[in-house]
Nanobody, 124 residues
Framework: QVQLVESGGGLVQAGGSLRLSCAAS????????MGWFRQAPGKEREFVAR????????GYADSVKGRFTISRDNAKNTVYLQMNSLKPEDTAVYYC?????????????????WGQGTQVTVSS
């Protein structure tokens, strides 16, 4: 069992930056790949970024590539999402999720555990 708690969301102007954090409970954090997803009002939850168990492999949605960076600190049981050059279309609730698979997966239904989400609002 893994419990996830996101933090770091807020209101920022277009072009600004935010760093999201996701703290995980339990001693098995390093056995899970971690992902960030987002969901805007009226839209489906979409993949944003993913990082492998060791942090050596990352993947991004095309919409955020070059602007967002996912990282993790297994000693602190925490995964991060650094978001730069934010755009109004990045506005959404952001969720972190844990996946026990070693295969790179981007579909929400593949992930086993989810946080409660943190709101990110980018004003124009």
């Amino acid at each position: 069992q893994v419990q996830l708690v996101e933090s770091g969301g807020g209101l920022v102007q277009a072009g600004g930056s935010l760093r999201l954090s996701c703290a995980a409970s339990g001693r098995t954090f390093s056995s899970y790949a971690m992902g960030w997803f987002r969901q805007a009002p009226g839209k489906e939850r979409e993949f944003v970024a993913r990082i492998s168990q060791t942090g050596g492999n990352t993947g991004y949605a095309d919409s955020v590539k070059g602007r967002f960076t996912i990282s993790r600190d297994n000693a602190k049981n925490t995964v991060y999402l650094q978001m730069n050059s934010l755009k109004p279309e990045d506005t959404a609730v952001y969720y972190c999720a844990a996946d026990a698979s070693v295969v790179i997966r981007t579909r929400p239904q593949n992930y086993d555990y989810w946080g409660q989400g943190t709101q990110v609002t980018v004003s124009s």
